[in-house]
């Protein structure tokens, strides 16, 4: 098992993940990524590695009542808690892998995908099945985290967990901005053969009123929350102090945060 499958209480994690991670680390990329993709009032919409629903929540939020958002992802936890959490019959919901998207060819407008490609094992493979279910002209936008350096959260978290839990941990938490250079996003997405491809790193400030709850949080909502558990209470506030420590820059007196958050956002457009 690798440090980025979940290892236990699947469904305790899609909670910590959408209730702890999602509202202040998650939210303001999400609104960003729906405003970039413009979707169409009447646009057939996918959301891939729509982990709790959040950019269905997004997309939903802002059409009208004949909408629909299709969504994949992988893992029947987050997929399940997303569908009662989003509770709209403007919905569907597909467990899938990201290689096999369940759609006719050239049937969807727009795929949206946030903070997903960096986690597919093949994200060429799964750029050209994106291309595949796209109508000819239809649109790709999706973000991934920029540059660990630009990043302070999984920095510290990757410094954090390495020293307490070894070097699959250390690299499993760099892995999340594995994709964090835009001109290998523009690369990858060119690869697969789209055309006006755009890939730009922005960068945003993510705010929390209490470092160490986000900090508690987000080892809740880890896929390997288990296991931190199971290193008992000294060694999880541990990682916490020594997180909280990497983070000192970004925190006021009262615990505050006010943390540079980067992503490289791409947009795409289906040849036609
Ligand atoms: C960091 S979460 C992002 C979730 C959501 N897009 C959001 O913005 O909150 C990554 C998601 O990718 C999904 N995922 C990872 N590998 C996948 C694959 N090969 N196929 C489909 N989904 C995958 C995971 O299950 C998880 O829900």
């Given at each position: 098992?690798?440090?980025?499958?979940a290892d236990a209480g699947a469904e305790r994690i899609a909670v910590a993940y959408d209730l702890r991670l999602v509202p202040w680390l998650f939210e303001?990329?999400?609104?960003?990524?729906?405003?970039?993709a413009e979707p169409?009032?009447?646009?057939?919409?996918?959301?891939?590695?729509?982990?709790?629903?959040?950019?269905?929540?997004?997309?939903?939020?802002?059409?009208?009542?004949?909408a629909h958002v299709?969504?994949?992802?992988?893992?029947?936890s987050m997929l399940a808690y997303a569908a009662r959490?989003?509770?709209?019959n403007r919905a569907s919901w597909h467990q899938a892998d990201a290689t096999h998207i369940p759609m006719e060819?050239?049937?969807?407008?727009l795929v949206v995908c946030n903070q997903g490609l960096q986690f597919f094992p093949d994200p060429a493979t799964v750029l050209v099945e994106i291309s595949r279910v796209l109508r000819p002209g239809g649109r790709l936008a999706l973000a991934v985290w920029g540059h660990l350096d630009h990043n302070p959260w999984p920095k510290a978290m990757s410094v954090a967990l390495g020293d307490e839990l070894g070097d699959d941990a250390r690299h499993g938490s760099e892995s999340v901005c594995g994709l964090g250079n835009p001109e290998q996003v523009h690369r990858l997405i060119t690869s697969a053969?789209?055309?006006?491809?755009?890939?730009v790193e922005v960068q945003l400030t993510?705010?929390?009123?209490?470092?160490?709850?986000?900090?508690?949080?987000?080892l809740a909502a880890l896929p390997s929350a288990g296991a931190i558990d199971a290193l008992g209470q000294p060694r999880r506030s541990r990682i916490i102090d020594a997180m909280t420590h990497g983070l000192h820059e970004w925190t006021a007196h009262d615990g505050a945060l006010a943390l540079p958050s980067s992503c490289v956002l791409a947009t795409a457009t289906s040849p036609t």
């Open positions: 098992m690798t440090f980025y499958e303001l990329w999400a609104d960003r990524l729906v405003t970039v169409g009032p009447a646009a057939q919409v996918l959301d891939l590695a729509c982990g709790t629903g959040l950019l269905v929540r997004v997309l939903l939020g802002r059409r009208g009542d004949d299709h969504a994949v992802d992988a893992d029947p959490r989003a509770s709209d060819a050239s049937t969807l407008d053969g789209f055309d006006d491809v755009e890939a993510a705010t929390h009123p209490d470092v160490r709850d986000a900090i508690d949080g987000q």
